[in-house]
């Protein structure tokens, strides 16, 4: 009697534990491959998703990861509909006034890429005379905008970057701006005949990090201590050679 009480026990303690365990959410774009995407089954993968899955486990707590479009990613988080972002975000000035921000878990530059066929040869290029894509609300967006705009371009923003790609390669645009890593991989999987990259724009190297609300100071803090750990440990290092042959940490 008294072993099936203790066992009754014991399990009630166990139940309790599981039910207690932390739960984070966090949300991505899934839209922003290899860093971020669906497959056919509408499940998360990517660079992005992994590293979040790696922070979870370091930290010993229970995660979900949501999809959500680019436009509304960080008003949804001040809404708390998740606690984090790991979705490439930009560590800017200007996002700086709404939300904070972990160190940084990659950096890249800005890079261009135009038809093959091009007269546009320097990614320095002011493109007067010329249309160019971007995704809105975005850091190549601002560049975009404040650059090549002032200087007589047509800026012509899209939802996600895949779309801006796709008008490139239908001969929409004269060139788009993107981050240097997603624009790689759409050249390997669906650029390579109709498009060239230029190279990378000058002084354009950006941290990409974590979103957090403001007042959750105390989550920033976590995973900053969880991405250190994950670096130190090798597994940060494990995750990036699954989608890159170079370093994109430093």
Known sequence: MNKTMALVGACA???SGAA?????????????PPFNYVDADNQLHGFDVDITHALCEQMKVECTLV????????????????DAVVASMINTEERRRKIAFTDHYYRTPLTVAVAKDSKISDAQTNF????????????QAIYA???????GADVKLYPTMDEANADLAAGRLDGVIADKFPLQEWMTRNG???????????????????????????????????????V??????????????????N
């Open 67 to 82: 999809a959500q479009d680019w436009e509304g990613i960080i008003p949804a988080l001040m809404a708390r509909k998740y």
């Open 128 to 139: 007067d005379g010329y249309t160019v894509g971007a995704q809105s609300s975005s850091t």
């Open 20 to 32: 207690s365990a932390e739960t984070l959410r966090f949300a991505t774009e899934g839209a922003y």
């Open 192 to 230: 390579g005949d109709c498009c060239k990259i230029l190279g990378d724009v000058a002084n354009t190297k950006a941290d990409a990090a974590i979103a957090v609300r403001k007042d959750d100071e105390a989550l920033r803090q976590r995973l900053n201590t969880a991405l250190q750990q994950i």
């Open 13 to 15: 303690l166990l139940l």
């Open 232 to 249: 130190a440990n090798g597994t940060y290092q494990k995750i990036a050679s699954k989608y890159f042959a170079f370093d994109i940490y």
């Open 145 to 151: 905008e404040d650059v090549y705009a002032r200087a």
